[in-house]
Every structure is written in C-alpha cells, then in structure tokens.
C-alpha cells in the first residue's frame, strides 16, 4: 500500500456523516427542479451531509463559472456566457419551499460585467423577500473589483447579514488569492460596515500562515469594522488546487476563537469544519 504524505492524511476529526435521509433528498429535488447551483456543491463542502439533512444550502447564484482563479477553490474558472435574469425568481421559489428561517446566498465572481452582477444581486434579495418575507438573508458578496457603487446597489437592499471572505492572511494573498487585494476586500468591510450593516468575514487555516498573521487579520478585520468571524479548515479540492500546508488541531481552533472574541469579535465561529455558511443562523445575534 501506498503511503501518503502525512499532510494528505485526512484526521477522524474532519470525517462527516454522508448525505442520506428525506430532507437531504428534498433538497436535492428542489436544487435540480429550480436549476440552481449550490456552493455546497461546487464548493465541494464536506458538510452537505448536516446541512441538506437539516434542510439548508446555500446557493450560489450568477452561474457555476467563476472569472477569477483563486487556487483554494473547486468552483469553475472562465469566461462566463450568460446572464439568467430568471434566476431570481427560481431562487426565491425554493427558499420559499425550503421553509428557511436564514437563507445564505453567494456568488461567482462575474468582474467581466459592468455591474459585476449586482443587479441580478439586488433583485435576487427582493424576490426572496417577496416570496418569504419571515425568512432572513445573509449575502455572501464578492469585491466588485472597487467598483463600490455596485456594491452600494446590493447594500441598498439591506440584508440582515453581509459576509465577505478575506479567506487569508495577507502574505499569502498572491497565492491565494491573485486577483483579489487584501486592503480592498477590507474596504469592502469597512464600507457595509459604514452602511449600519452586520458584517461577517471568514478565514481558512492551514495554508501555512503563522498564529501572528492570524491575530494581525483578526485585528484589520476589527479595524475595519467586521463583527463576525468564521474560522475554518482549508481542504483541497483536488491535486490542481493548492497544496495543504498543514491540518489545524481542534484545540487551536477553540484558542483563536477565545482570541478573537476576546479581541472583539460579536460572534466567532472557529473549528475545522467551519464555512461562511456553517450554522450562519446563529450569526444573526
Ligand atoms: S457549510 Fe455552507 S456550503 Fe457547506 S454544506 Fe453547509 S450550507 Fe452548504
């Protein structure tokens, strides 16, 4: 038998229960009749077992190709062909039969756009409240390359929560990250925030950043007005993608969530298996 590297040898702490039951299966229904995409999905998300068998997703909206080519991440990159002005509505419809109290949606990147898709963004927000308007909203919203006045257009809808990844430390932006720019995504934090919304971010551990590069990015996420803090496990998708550097022990996990709550965070999600979206109802505070 083949021996791997330590490093791609999976810990008992990052197994997860398989996705089966009714729920599980209803949502998949809905995902397929409604042709929607799902980050659970294209994000290849260990956690699809919990979330669908509790009767969650989150979707994913403007496509299932992304413009940008970040080396953690399972989504497609391309060119883009379409705009699905329809898509708002479909999404709408199964939140609606979903029945949930918070509903997370994400996004491709679409920076090929001159409004980077923040119009179907915003119009996104509306059905859904429209269609339930009980149900809360957490958006998970790209940089819009500083165009901020695309980011004002889904700021203006209001939504209870908007989350924006810094996804790491700022020395491994380039790696990372390469299109993006860590005092950019920053401002974007810093603008929602200046907007008297509820802001969110998340980091993914294990890419070889040190502990202080981590207190740095919690205290610039402080500066720049975030209130919640996802900490999670980066996993990778496929031997294309970036090399992990090392599996975060749960303990370390608990520390920095002490950290960063003592540092301020509101809320603070941290563990392994932690995403933006993992348990994001309880954000809400
Ligand atoms: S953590 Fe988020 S992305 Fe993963 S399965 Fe749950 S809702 Fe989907």
Request: include cysteine; proline fraction near 5%.
């Amino acid at each position: 038998m083949i021996e791997l590297p330590v490093v791609e040898r999976k810990p008992e702490w990052l197994r997860v229960k398989l996705p089966v039951g009714q729920t599980y299966r209803s949502v998949r229904q809905i995902v397929d009749q409604y042709r929607l995409h799902t980050i659970c999905e294209s994000g290849n998300c260990p956690n699809m077992g919990e979330c669908w068998g509790a009767g969650t997703a989150t979707f994913m909206i403007l496509g299932n190709v992304c413009t940008r080519s970040c080396s953690f991440c399972a989504v497609a990159t391309g060119r883009p062909t379409e705009l699905d002005h329809e898509e708002p509505q479909r999404v709408a419809e199964a939140v609606r039969l979903m029945g949930v109290k918070h509903c997370v949606i994400t996004s491709v990147n679409r920076d090929e756009l001159k409004d980077g898709g923040a119009e179907i963004w915003a119009a996104t927000i509306r059905e859904v409240r429209h269609a339930s308007p009980s149900t809360t909203l957490e958006t998970l919203i790209p940089d819009f390359k500083a165009r901020w006045e695309n980011l004002y257009t889904v700021l203006t809808e209001r939504p209870e929560v908007v989350s924006h990844n810094m996804e790491t430390v700022q020395r491994l932006y380039r790696l990372v990250r390469p299109q993006a720019k860590y005092s950019r995504s920053l401002e974007q934090i810093q603008r929602t925030r200046a907007e008297g919304l509820r802001t969110k971010s998340g980091i993914m551990l294990g890419l070889g950043e040190t502990t202080n590069e981590v207190y740095q990015a919690m205290d610039d996420l402080l500066e720049h007005g975030c209130e919640i803090l996802t900490l999670g496990q980066y996993l990778r998708p496929t031997k294309n993608h970036l090399a992990l550097a090392e599996y975060i022990h749960p303990d370390v996990f608990a520390h920095y969530k002490e950290v960063a709550l003592e540092k301020g965070f509101l809320y603070c999600e941290s563990g392994p298996l932690v995403r933006s979206s993992y348990h994001a109802e309880k954000h809400l505070i």
